[in-house]
């Protein structure tokens, strides 16, 4: 039965009105792959002899001092970004097909996952190392239960991934260990590396990482049988409804009333509230630039990309997939007499307010890293506003992506969104500010590149009115092409 399930994927990818970009897509993907997959053995072989001769450690007793965190990082990235494997079900359910054989090849679908195989090109490199340098057998078994740990990892990610309830509280505990850990008030390693370190001193505590697996896999299995039903699994949750008005948009007219509906869309669906959280986390993204804690960062340039991304983190995650938010009822609303201009602005409006609230929190850059710094986030949201909020809107136009809101997709991964046009619509996004920083900077002054991008940024906001009616005609030549591709399940 598995074969015939792996054959029903093959047909589906090669089927798929996307199979071009399908294609595409995952060429790239395998060579961001290979890149990880070199990082990550490079890692494996060199951390022993980093720690060992740069810090005078030793390495195994460090690595899993630390493991807490490594495991808890791998269980966020997963949390945000790791698939479930609950999409192509539905039309099996109808079959004469055991439930059980379902659920075993959708969470066997997990296993394979690039997500759980990149652990292993660290951690082989580093058991061969151990074991080159006399660590003796005992180093297998070590090997055996971080190997089980990345699993248990894997199947705990199914069982909290609708439940924020759980992830949440859990990461706000873990952040404040670790916290309480720089800080030197409360060391959580104290308690955790003495577990680790027994997988290797010890012949059996290895198996219990490996009983963890099991159990985790049992609790997703009978998780995913138990809801796998049209009428209770599949079937949408009702909630006690909540009347939110939001009254005072009324005076904006058919703007505010899209406003309105874009505010709901953030409050009430998960795929859209973690974008707003990404787009939150992208505001710490300059302390990698800023720091000076990369060589290769130190330069005119990189700094304004980051000042980019740092104050643009929700022009990008939400503006990118602009009008596919709206994809569910998106032919209702071309059957009705909706100017585009008054949908586009409203749209737009909301992404300039997202870029205004994140430059105002990235504040403290100007605290602890001084007014040249945080200027460069200002201007690079001055740009973003006058000039990427075009270019995304834009870009919205050819991709046809559409977004299921009742399905826990990830805020990343859609691979409708990738394409040619998009790519070098993005390229002015990045590319030109940093150039025209470069050019002011070495010409004259950073003042004078702080001058050359605001600049830019404030002749985008003048000509606003003209860009929209080029981007809304833009929007009409795609229109039944938009409606084709959100009819498209697969």
Do not use: C
């Amino acid at each position: 039965m598995f074969k015939h399930f792996i054959y029903l994927e093959w047909k589906a990818f090669f089927r798929s009105a996307s199979f071009a970009t399908n294609l595409a897509l995952k060429i790239i993907m395998a060579f961001v792959a290979l890149y990880f997959i070199v990082v990550f053995s490079a890692l494996g072989i060199a951390v022993f002899f980093l720690i060992k001769e740069e810090f005078k450690l030793e390495p195994l007793a460090t690595v899993n001092k630390y493991l807490i965190y490594y495991f808890v990082g791998d269980l966020v990235i997963r949390w945000f970004l790791q698939k479930m494997p609950v999409t192509n079900i539905k039309p099996l359910l109808n079959l004469p097909i055991k439930r059980d054989v379902i659920v075993h090849f959708s969470l066997g679908k997990t296993i394979i996952s690039f997500f759980n195989i990149l652990h292993a090109f660290f951690f082989v490199p580093f058991t061969v190392v151990l074991l080159m340098h006399g660590y003796g057998y005992q180093a297998i078994l070590w090997h055996l239960g971080i190997m089980a740990l990345i699993y248990s990892n894997n199947f705990i990610n199914v069982l909290i991934n609708n439940k924020n309830s759980i992830f949440y509280p859990l990461l706000a505990i873990v952040v404040s260990a670790g916290l309480a850990q720089y800080y030197q008030l409360f060391d959580i390693t104290n308690y955790t590396q003495p577990f680790f370190q027994a997988m290797y001193n010890t012949n059996y505590m290895f198996l219990i990482p490996i009983l963890l697996a099991v159990l985790t896999y049992y609790l997703s299995f009978n998780y995913f049988k138990k809801n796998l039903n049209l009428d209770t699994g599949l079937a949408k949750k009702s909630e006690e409804a909540k009347t939110e008005n939001f009254t005072w948009l009324n005076q904006f007219g058919t703007l505010g009333t899209f406003l309105k509906n874009d505010i709901k869309l953030l409050k009430r669906n998960k795929r859209s509230r973690t974008t707003v959280i990404m787009s939150f986390l992208f505001i710490f993204y300059g302390l990698l630039f800023y720091t000076n804690f990369i060589e290769a960062y130190k330069n005119p340039a990189m700094q304004v990309f980051a000042g980019i991304f740092v104050s643009g983190g929700f022009l990008f995650t939400f503006g990118q997939f602009v009008p596919s938010w709206d994809s569910a009822y998106y032919q209702l609303m071309m059957s009705q007499n909706i100017q585009y201009r008054e949908y586009i602005s409203s749209k737009w409006w909301l992404m300039v307010i997202g870029t205004l609230i994140a430059t105002i929190i990235a504040s403290f850059y100007w605290v602890f890293f001084g007014w040249q710094i945080y200027m460069l986030i200002v201007v690079g949201a001055i740009y973003n506003i006058g000039v990427n909020s075009h270019l995304v809107m834009l870009g919205g136009a050819f991709v046809k992506t559409p977004i299921d809101l009742t399905m826990a997709n990830k805020a990343f991964g859609n691979k409708q969104a990738f394409n040619a046009k998009t790519m070098l619509i993005s390229i002015p996004k990045l590319v030109v500010p940093m150039g025209l920083y470069a050019l002011g900077f070495y010409l004259f002054s950073a003042n004078a590149g702080f001058l050359f991008v605001a600049l830019a940024g404030v002749l985008g906001f003048a000509f606003r009115n003209v860009v929209f009616a080029k981007i809304e005609k833009v929007y009409k030549s795609e229109k039944y092409e938009t409606i084709a591709a959100y009819k498209q399940k697969n």
